[in-house]
């Protein structure tokens, strides 16, 4: 996709700062959106400076860039040469985000994995809002049941009729909109005091996110049991549900995150900002490359 090593390399730094000051981002500014919920990476890594880093760079600006208008898209880089140092990637964020939430959201995700797995080939991260991998094997459509995280809050006073209504719940958002058969990537249900939600990788087909979904609300309800709240994260989908509304890691769903959206307008403006000079780069070095070899065609 990108030409001259020159103008890979600018791009390069270029990203690199841009992980920089997302991270340098005050923790105070953080939403319930972006919390933390996991992350890993792989064991293989790749050489600084290689054709793999420059292709993972442009993956990571692809995605970031993508994140402003939607919220699931998948990237595919490979050396313009050869198929070696292909890298593919994702993200996937909650489907109630709004397009610049998403986008922010992404980026704050880059910028935590890039500080997580410096030179990992592949990683992953899980924040609230959103969801982030790349590796440089691809994954890209492949069903993933892998159990990646399970945590239950405290034992709580369920009765047998909430208990029921809890577990109805959870079947509800498992089988999506059985009435229309819609498929619909995040789905929320609420039943007297219990909500809850669940999402899949906008890479699944229908049928493969029901029978994630229906795996993960499974092993949440034996897990969990009678319990405040419970989360269970597969590779390619998550369920949780909240009984009684706040829990202390915000993840309730809810869109509380206001009182932050001044913060987040400030961040997203030099987001596009740099995004965009990164673009007026690519474009003026491309320039820049024909004209060098024009010149050296001619003599
Ligand atoms: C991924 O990278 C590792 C380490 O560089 C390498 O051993 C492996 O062959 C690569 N896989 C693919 C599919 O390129
Ligand atoms: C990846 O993205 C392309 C182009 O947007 C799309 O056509 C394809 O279906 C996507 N693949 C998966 C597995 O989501």
Not at 247 to 252: A, P, T
Request: aromatic share 8%.
């Amino acid at each position: 996709m990108w030409k001259g090593k020159k103008g890979t390399q600018k791009i390069n730094v270029l990203v690199s700062v841009l992980s920089l000051s997302l991270l340098a981002t005050p923790s105070t500014s953080a939403t319930t959106t972006e919390s933390f919920v996991f992350g890993g990476c792989s064991q293989q890594k790749y050489t600084p400076g290689s054709a793999y880093e420059s292709n993972l760079n442009s993956l990571l600006t692809s995605l970031v860039n993508s994140a402003m208008f939607t919220t699931y898209n998948n990237f595919t880089i490979q050396s313009p040469s050869s198929s070696q140092n292909t890298v593919y990637g994702l993200f996937q964020c909650r489907g109630d985000l709004s397009p610049g939430d998403c986008g922010h959201c992404v980026a704050r995700a880059i910028g935590q994995l890039s500080s997580l797995c410096p030179v990992s080939c592949g990683g992953a991260l899980q924040l609230q809002g959103c969801f982030l991998k790349y590796d440089n094997v691809t994954f890209l459509g492949v069903e993933d049941k892998t159990e990646v995280l399970r945590r239950c809050g405290p034992s709580v006073g369920y009765d047998s009729d909430s208990l029921t209504r809890r577990d109805a719940v959870l079947d509800y958002v498992a089988a999506g909109d059985g009435s229309s058969g819609a498929y619909k990537p995040y789905r929320t249900g609420v039943s007297g005091d219990v909500f809850a939600a669940a999402q899949c990788v906008g890479d699944l087909s229908a049928g493969e996110c029901q029978d994630c979904l229906s795996d993960a609300v499974g092993r949440l309800k034996t897990y969990c049991g009678a319990t405040a709240w419970g989360d269970l994260y597969l590779a390619k989908c998550y369920a949780k549900f909240t009984k009684g509304g706040a829990r202390s890691n915000g993840g309730g769903g809810g869109s509380n995150d206001n009182n932050n959206d001044d913060e987040i307008e400030k961040t997203l403006a030099i987001l596009i900002g740099l995004i965009a000079g990164v673009a007026l780069l690519i474009v003026f070095l491309s320039f820049l490359r024909k004209v060098c070899e024009k010149g050296k065609g001619g003599k």
